[in-house]
């Protein structure tokens, strides 16, 4: 099966700094990798995906890296706010989702 | 567009006891994935269904099943409740499923088993 490592597990920022999360996954069939926000009592959120094919994609402020060769993935933040403060999960889907353990994210006012 | 629906969204169970939580998916949405995340293990995969058919499956005991009806809409059934079982249970769905679908997730359901 696919084991997913996330890390850091915690992450304090200043508003207005960039907050970096990195993924690894050892899948090697693993063709789609998901990135998801959860809020305290809400259902994970998808904020950006890549597929296998793609080295990067970005949406504003998000952007998230592939390394296919040396199976890691990576979510970027810039200019962070403080809405910004949630638990960020990376997924990497082979024949199943599989999870890393997830980062909780503070960005300081 | 509404979004995944999951009801109910608390549920307090005793030890042995049986719980049925449902799940709507999107509307236009075949594939449903549910998901256990606790603080311990994070989110872990259940099972998949697609068109009423059970596509994948996790590693859990026979005691967590579930179902699709024909309208998408799916249900999962744990037995012999355990302590351990208490978590939020986590049901996401995707247009066709697969490994190139997005996934969108519902609010869950919170299941506290006493």
């Known amino acids: 099966g696919e084991n997913v490592e996330q890390h850091p597990s915690t992450l304090s920022v200043q508003e207005g700094d960039s907050a970096v999360i990195k993924c690894t996954y050892s899948?090697?069939?693993?063709?789609?990798f998901p990135w998801y926000k959860q809020e305290l009592g809400k259902g994970p959120q998808l904020i950006i995906d890549i597929r296998s094919n793609v080295g990067e994609k970005k949406d504003q402020r998000i952007a998230v890296t592939l390394n296919k060769t040396a199976k890691h993935f990576s979510l970027h933040i810039t200019e962070t706010q403080p809405e910004d403060s949630a638990v960020y999960f990376c997924a990497a889907r082979g024949n199943d989702m599989r999870f890393g353990a997830g980062t909780r994210l503070t960005v300081k006012p | 567009k509404a979004g995944v629906t999951q009801t109910p969204r608390y549920l307090i169970k005793t030890r042995g006891q049986q719980v049925t939580l449902s799940c709507s998916p999107i509307s236009g949405h075949r594939s449903v994935s549910w998901y256990q995340q606790t603080p311990g293990q994070g989110l872990q995969f259940l099972f998949e269904y697609f068109s009423e058919t059970q596509r994948n499956k996790g590693n859990f005991p026979g005691r967590f099943s579930g179902r699709q009806f024909s309208n998408s809409r799916s249900e999962m059934n744990v037995s012999t409740l355990e302590l351990g079982d208490s978590a939020l249970y986590l049901c996401?769905?995707?247009?066709?499923?697969?490994?190139?679908?997005?996934?969108?997730f519902g609010p869950g359901t919170r299941l506290t088993v006493l």
């Open positions: 899948d090697s069939a693993s063709n789609y």
């Open positions: 996401a769905s995707s247009r066709e499923g697969g490994s190139r679908n997005e996934q969108f």
